[in-house]
């Protein structure tokens, strides 16, 4: 979920929730009130017996009433209390509305003036009222004068008099309570778990953002939360993820340059060193002859052309790496254009029937999107290799395969030389790299030759790597190159 609509949803539910709870509650109280009312107010049996009671008190008042109107006040002081008993008040008008007797509240005396409208008089008679209150009217006549008196057992609701009150008082005021404690509690759960929810990502943010600042590109966030918080912790991911990667590479490439410059140290001082010798026996005058004098000079030319070699094999690898190389790449049917650089690879071995060059199937016609010149390059490379490395040229034989594999181009250089241990041929593509660790045939080679091959099939979208022979002996050089299309071709001996 968004965080957004999530914000949204928990500002409503803050609202909506305690709001719902509260109409609840309120009702379920309001019906226990209303059970509680009419449990108080509906026993009819005990209403009739106090009523009976109360009317009769009345009549036998009325009728004990002295003549005089001014003396009745006695007589119903006198009732009044009595009534008050049974929780009734007492009031005593005339037709005229005017007040001769009471003892009634004020919500009381709002509560009987339905009662005091005009309505048809009878003489000696009680009227019995149910509603929120019991009103009990009794009517009589003096001296042409007609009189009410009126008894009201009130439970009024709103001043709090009687059980009801006190019942109703109870219910508001903890609906209020309860209502705002619900509030205040449902709003700190939404609160608590909303902050949960936004809090514990940016806590595993920050714990893994600092386990990359300690260099621990390796860590991972699960990722969790809304949307907005997965999708940040799968970019972190990917950043970590391309941060290592990237860490790898500066150590391959720091670690390539150490080498580089290892070897490269190197392999210009031999030749220097011969140099630097030849031209001091030609300063001290150690050549006593033009004959000396001119091996002298071939000496120093040979080891100018070997740092020449080098440092243009060098400037080829460095273009390579940068990716700076402009490579002229065509598509070109590989298997015709093998079998007509044939001849000028076979001159590259001391015996050219050594080499055997062979398609499978025989019919191989495969196109391969390459630059000729550089793949003639390399193969050119491994061959010079081949018969470098040999302890004896005259008894090698090289066989150069081509078949398809899938929608690759797969080629298979293979010789019967020394070979190559097993430990030592995944780094035979490293820069400098030899496998006589002493260093010592530095004019066999500048070391760069397969490094630089290897960019060169990566640069055809392809991949090289070394295996060893057939029963432990001699090498195969393999590199698969992609096709554009392919079909069968022949064998060329």
Request: proline share 3%.
């Amino acid at each position: 979920m968004q965080i957004r609509k999530r914000l949204f949803l928990s500002n409503v539910m803050m609202f909506a929730l305690p709001f719902a709870v509260i109409l609840v509650m309120a009702g379920a109280l309001y019906l226990s009130y209303q059970e509680a009312k009419l449990g108080a107010l509906g026993n009819t049996a005990h209403d009739k017996q106090v009523v009976h009671v109360v009317q009769e008190d009345m009549r036998q008042t009325v009728m004990n009433l002295p003549l005089s109107p001014v003396s009745w006040g006695e007589s119903f002081a006198e009732l009044s209390q009595r009534m008050d008993v049974e929780h009734y008040h007492l009031a005593v008008v005339d037709s005229r509305s005017n007040v001769l007797y009471s003892n009634l509240t004020e919500i009381e005396e709002l509560q009987i003036e339905e009662e005091l409208k005009p309505v048809a008089f009878a003489e000696d008679s009680a009227v019995f009222v149910f509603r929120d209150s019991n009103i009990i009217k009794y009517m009589f006549s003096r001296e042409n004068s007609q009189y009410h008196l009126i008894g009201i057992r009130s439970f009024d609701i709103s001043t709090g008099r009687g059980f009801l009150g006190g019942l109703y008082h109870s219910y508001v005021s903890g609906l209020l309570l309860v209502g705002l404690i619900v509030f205040v509690l449902i709003n700190m759960w939404l609160a608590h778990r909303l902050s949960q929810q936004i809090l514990q990502p940016i806590a595993s943010l920050g714990k893994a953002a600092k386990a990359v600042e300690q260099g621990d590109f390796s860590y991972r966030i699960k990722p969790v939360g809304d949307e907005e918080f997965a999708s940040l912790c799968r970019h972190f991911n990917g950043m970590a993820a391309k941060l290592s990667e990237l860490q790898a590479a500066r150590k391959e490439s720091d670690e390539e340059r150490r080498t580089l410059i290892a070897g490269l140290s190197h392999d210009i001082r031999t030749p220097l060193t011969v140099i630097r010798g030849y031209v001091e026996g030609l300063k001290d005058g150690v050549a006593k002859d033009p004959a000396m004098e001119r091996r002298y000079l071939n000496k120093i030319a040979e080891g100018t052309e070997q740092i020449s070699r080098l440092l243009e094999r060098l400037f080829l690898y460095s273009k390579l790496n940068m990716k700076a190389y402009p490579f002229n790449f065509r598509q070109i049917e590989f298997a015709g254009w093998l079998r007509g650089k044939a001849g000028e690879l076979r001159q590259l071995m001391p015996d050219g029937e050594a080499l055997c060059i062979s398609f499978s199937p025989l019919n191989l016609q495969v196109l391969v999107k390459m630059d000729s010149t550089e793949i003639q390059r390399l193969l050119t490379n491994l061959l010079e290799n081949a018969v470098k490395y040999h302890p004896c040229p005259q008894d090698l034989r090289v066989t150069l395969s081509a078949s398809l594999l899938g929608n690759e181009l797969l080629l298979k250089l293979a010789d019967n030389g020394i070979g190559v241990t097993a430990e030592n041929l995944p780094r035979l593509f490293q820069e400098f790299f030899r496998t006589d660790e002493a260093r010592s045939e530095t004019k066999r080679g500048s070391g760069l030759g397969l490094a630089i091959g290897r960019r060169i099939v990566e640069a055809h979208g392809g991949r090289i790597w070394a295996e060893a022979g057939a029963q432990g002996e001699g090498l195969t050089i393999c590199m698969v190159l992609p096709t554009v299309h392919g079909q069968n071709g022949q064998e060329d001996c």
